[in-house]
């Protein structure tokens, strides 16, 4: 038995609304430092997940990743009920895909 308080166990992720503090420590500390690319053993890294937002797929459909089905909108490759688990309203959803690709063209550009 896990025992995290209100919220269920196991879909905490990154809230990249926090802004340059977490996508520094990511890129400097976690995806550059010793046990990441500052690495010999490390040559590169393969990012394939992303967040998707119906809010953003509404006002423009051609944004990647649009429709949000993987398989509702929020993080990819989690449960369907992962909004809802971590208590995330759809404005939350919309503010941290689009940090999320903040970061992510940071990491891009980083690596």
Known sequence: FCDCGRQPCGEY??????????RNWLINEHLKGATGLGSSSISGFFMDDFWCSDLICQADPSVPGC????????????DKYSQQ???LSDSDIRDITLAWNETMTAVESAI
Do not use: A, K, W, Y
């Open 85 to 87: 688990d971590m208590g």
């Open 67 to 78: 429709p949000c089905n993987d398989p509702v909108q929020g993080p990819t490759e989690i």
């Open 13 to 22: 992720l990154f809230d990249h609304r926090n802004g340059s503090m977490l």
